[in-house]
């Protein structure tokens, strides 16, 4: 039981740390004025800031 929270919030810690990831992103993307690439319902698709 032990190990499974500590699973647990260690999985909450990469959803975490990959939400910054994503949030620096795209501020990085914004500043550059370069496009996004996403994949969206299985497409590849290219956003501008």
Same mark, same amino acid.
């Given at each position: 039981?032990?190990?499974?929270?500590?699973?647990?919030?260690?999985?909450? #810690?990469?959803? *975490?740390?990959?939400? @910054? %990831?994503?949030? &620096?992103?795209?501020?990085? #993307?914004?500043? *550059?004025?370069?496009? @996004? %690439?996403?994949? &969206?319902?299985?497409?590849?698709?290219?956003? *501008?800031?």
């Amino acid at each position: 039981m032990i190990e499974n929270n500590k699973l647990t919030e260690t999985q909450a #810690k990469i959803l *975490k740390a990959m939400d @910054l %990831v994503y949030e &620096r992103l795209i501020e990085f #993307k914004k500043q *550059k004025n370069s496009v @996004l %690439v996403v994949m &969206r319902d299985n497409k590849i698709v290219k956003i *501008k800031p």
